[in-house]
C-alpha cells in the first residue's frame, strides 16, 4: 500500500467511525457541517472579499484562510486571492495579472480555490525602487475592478500602506489582519521601517485583526493594543480531523516502518525563523546523551528507537538537510514535504517540538495538544494557548544541549520505557502505562473531581479526544465556531449602508 493509498484507508476509517457513533445521521450530514447559516437578523447579502496575501502555497496563514473558505456558505460569502509575483519572467516592470499568473507556477490551492468559485489575481512583487509604479498599478487594479469586493483583507504587511488605501478609494471597506505567528526578524524590520504606523490611520485600514495577542503586540505596538483598536480573533481549528485516532495511527506507522520506533515531529515551513537547525542540534544531543549518560539517569531509555518526523517545506530545506547530514542524524530524519491531511502525521508521532524563533499562537502547537501529543516550545510563543497543560516552555537562549536534556527529563517523567531485547514490542507509552495502571488498580481515570491531573489524563492520547474536543470548544476554537463569528462579521460590515433617502420617505 502506498502513502497515498494509505491516506485513502485514513479517511476511510474517520468516516466509518463517524457513522458508527452517529448511526442516525443521512448520509448528507454524516460530517460536521461545511456550512453555517447565518442568524436571521443579519443581513444575507451576496459578498466577494479579496484577500491579498504572499502566495497561495500550502502554509499557515494560507490553510487557515482556506479552511474558513470550505466552510462558509458559499451562496453568501466567496473569496478572491490577490498575490505579488517576480514580473522578471514576463520581460516587463510591469505586467498585467494575467501575463503575471501565465508565467508561475501554480500554486497547493489554486485548483481548490477555482473549484469553490473563487478567483485568483496577481501583482508585480513590490520594493522601494518600483514605488511610484507599483502605486499607479495597484490602483489601476481596483479601478478596474471597482464594486466586485466588498471588503478587502490584508495580510501582506510590507505593502499594506500601500494597497488598502488604494482599495478603500475604490469603495472597499479594508482590514488588515495579522496572522497567529510572526518571526521576530519581521518585526524588527517592520519596525525598522515604520510600516505599521500608516496601516494605523483611519484612510488605511478600517479594521485591524489579530490571530494572538502576541501577534498584535509585536505588530501594531502596545499603545494600539491597549487602547482597544486590534481585535484579537483566534483562529479556529477542525477539531474533528485532529482528534487521537488509533487505527490511522496504526496504518501510516505500519506504512512507514515506525511501529516499534518513538517519533518526534515537527510541522513548519523550513524558514530561518523556524529554526529547524537548532531542533537538529537538540536531537543529536538527545542521542548522544542516551548513548553515554554516565550517571545512569536515563537508563530505562537507553536503546530508544527514535526518529523525527518533518512536515513542510520552503527555501531553507536543503540547507537543513545538509545540517542533518553533518550532525550524522541523517538516516533518523524523516523529511516528509507538505501535505493537506496534515492531521493524519500528527497521529504518527509521539511528542511535538516547536523551537521557534516566532510570536504568537502557532497553529501547529494547537493542533499538537488536540492530537494528545505532549510539546516543547519556545518560551516566545504565547502562554494563552496552552489550553491542556501539555505545552512546556523552554527558553531560546538556552543552548540545544539543555533542550535535549529537558525532553528526556519530560520522557522519563512520563514513564517511557525503552525496548528490553530483540524480542521486545517495542517502547511503552505512556498509553500503554496508564491502561495497565487501570487493569491493576480498578481505578476510573475519567475523574475530574480533586485531585484530578488533566495533563496526566490528556497523555493517555486513546481516553482523551472527548475531554480534549470540550477544552477546545469551550475556548471558542472550533472551526464552525470562528466561521459563524466571521460570517456575521462580514455580513454586518460589507452589508448595503441603508438608503437615507428611501428612510425619510417612509
Sequence with gaps: MSIFETIESASDIRKREYEKNNPSASPSKRRIPSTIRVSENVPQAKIRILHVLTSIDLSGMQSHIMNLYRNFDRTHIQFDF???????????????????LRHRRAGFFDAEITRLGGRVYAIPTYN????????????????QHEGEWKIVEGHMYSAASIYLPLAKRHGAITIMHVGSVIDAEL??????????????????????????????????????????????????????????????????????????????????????????????HVFAWMQKILKEDPTGEYDMLKGLPMKLLLIGDGEEIMHAAQVAAELGIIGQVLFLGTWGNVYDFYQIMDF????????????????????????????????????????????????????????????VKMGIVAPAGSGDDGYYDYDTLMNLHRLLSGSDDTNTGSGFDQKSYLLNRSASPKMVERIFKNAGLNIEQEVAFMTR?????????????????T
Design 128 to 143: 522601494s525602487n518600483n514605488l511610484f509604479g507599483y502605486t499607479e498599478l495597484v490602483n489601476s487594479f481596483f479601478a
Design 187 to 280: 518585526v524588527q524590520k517592520i519596525r525598522r521601517a515604520n510600516l505599521t504606523a500608516p496601516i494605523l490611520k483611519e484612510d488605511c485600514a478600517d479594521i485591524c485583526f489579530a490571530s494572538s495577542i502576541g501577534a498584535a503586540r509585536a505588530i501594531f505596538g502596545d499603545i494600539a493594543v491597549d487602547a482597544g483598536r486590534i481585535h484579537v480573533i483566534q483562529d479556529g481549528i477542525n477539531i474533528q480531523n485532529f482528534l487521537y485516532n488509533g487505527k490511522i495511527r496504526d496504518a501510516f506507522r505500519d506504512k512507514l516502518g515506525l511501529n516499534k520506533t518513538y517519533v518526534f515531529g515537527c510541522v513548519a515551513q523550513f524558514h530561518k525563523n523556524q529554526n529547524h537547525e537548532f531542533l537538529f
Design 82 to 100: 490577490l498575490i505579488p509575483r517576480d514580473p522578471t519572467p514576463t520581460g516587463k516592470e510591469f505586467p498585467s495579472s494575467d501575463e503575471l
Design 489 to 505: 462579521l462580514y455580513q454586518n460590515i460589507g452589508a448595503p449602508a441603508p438608503d437615507k433617502e428611501k428612510e425619510r420617505t
Design 352 to 411: 511535538f517540538i516547536y523551537p521557534a524563533n516566532v510570536n504568537g499562537a502557532p497553529a501547529a502547537l494547537m493542533e499538537a495538544q488536540v492530537s494528545g501529543l505532549p510539546c516543547m516550545a519556545s518560551d516566545t510563543i504565547s502562554k494563552d494557548i496552552n489550553l491542556t497543560g501539555l505545552i512546556n516552555y523552554y527558553p531560546l537562549t538556552e543552548s540545544s544541549e539543555s533542550w535535549a536534556y529537558h525532553i528526556l527529563d519530560e520522557l
